[in-house]
């Protein structure tokens, strides 16, 4: 059933859409909540859903030959999350998708969504979109450990990520940040201190 707050939520990833072209959307997404600890994208797997989420909070993460779990990226409100591994090159995910919270999505698997794009023009805008903010978050993590210092990379975080700092233990933002979590608390006391002075 298509409800308002659907539509609006469509809306402000869709851009300049009109009810039906919205609608032809909605009726090929489907809804799915995930509870916390649930994978929305398995690793090693060819998933290739394309998530918008509705609410809640994930983290996409890599397992290493240590068997250490490495968060690479936190994902809430009003942000995409799929995995660039299959729609990109086809080929099965290095990452999983976990939510870290609650979490109510919008999904509609990507080669269904290319077909939905293609049939109508409008719609077919938003395939550029959505690619580019998919390829946006991948080179801003890069973007942000070649031309920052861990510091910098902190304080990028805290400005993009308000509202996770208190929804995100600490030791997944060190490792989004390519830091330990003693070297968090480090470059919090700094700036705590750089504050004072």
């Excluded at 995910?93 to 919008?106: C, D, G, L, V, W």
């Excluded at 450990?145 to 996770?164: G, M």
Aim: proline share 3%; glycine share 4%; aromatic share 10%.
């Amino acid at each position: 059933m298509i409800d308002l707050d659907q539509i609006k939520r469509i809306y402000s990833i869709a851009g300049d859409l009109n009810f039906s072209d919205v609608k032809h959307l909605l009726q090929a997404a489907g809804r799915k909540t995930f509870l916390p600890g649930e994978h929305l994208i398995e690793a090693d797997t060819l998933q290739n859903q394309v998530y918008f989420i509705y609410k809640g909070l994930v983290r996409v993460y890599a397992v290493n030959e240590r068997g250490d779990e490495i968060t690479t990226e936190l994902r809430c409100e009003n942000e995409l999350v799929a995995s660039y591994d299959v729609i990109f090159f086809d080929k099965p995910s290095r990452f999983y998708i976990q939510a870290m919270e609650k979490t109510e999505t919008f999904h509609i698997a990507y080669d269904e969504l290319q077909k939905v794009l293609e049939r109508n023009r409008k719609l077919d805008v938003n395939r550029k979109y959505i690619l580019q903010n998919l390829l946006k978050n991948a080179f801003e993590r890069i973007d942000t450990f070649t031309l920052k210092t861990p510091e910098e990379r902190y304080l990028h975080f805290l400005e993009s990520n308000t509202s996770l700092t208190n929804r995100v233990p600490d030791k997944y933002i060190a490792n989004v940040l390519g830091v330990t979590p003693v070297s968090l608390s480090r470059i919090r006391k700094r700036i705590a201190q750089k504050a004072k002075s």
